[in-house]
């Protein structure tokens, strides 16, 4: 997060001191600010769509070791396969 905030203040001073007139220099400083702000979103969105991925990998095995057991538990008790 103080990377971040090196980061903004860095490019804040940097427009700032830049050759360039006072409105163009609001213009790229705003446009930097709104960058910026949207980079934690961003970082979010990611994690939650990885986090999701994860959850259903998650929830797919435990489907199929609950349906493995399921069949297994019938195989034993319908069939009185002792093997298994």
Known sequence: ???LLGLGIGIGVGMVLAPASGVETRRKLR???NDLAHLP???IQAAAESIQEKAGDLGSRVGRQAA???VESVRKEVLGDKSA
């Open 41 to 43: 979103e961003e970082k």
């Open 1 to 3: 997060m103080r990377f």
């Open 68 to 70: 493995e057991a399921a």
């Open 31 to 33: 446009e930097s600010l």
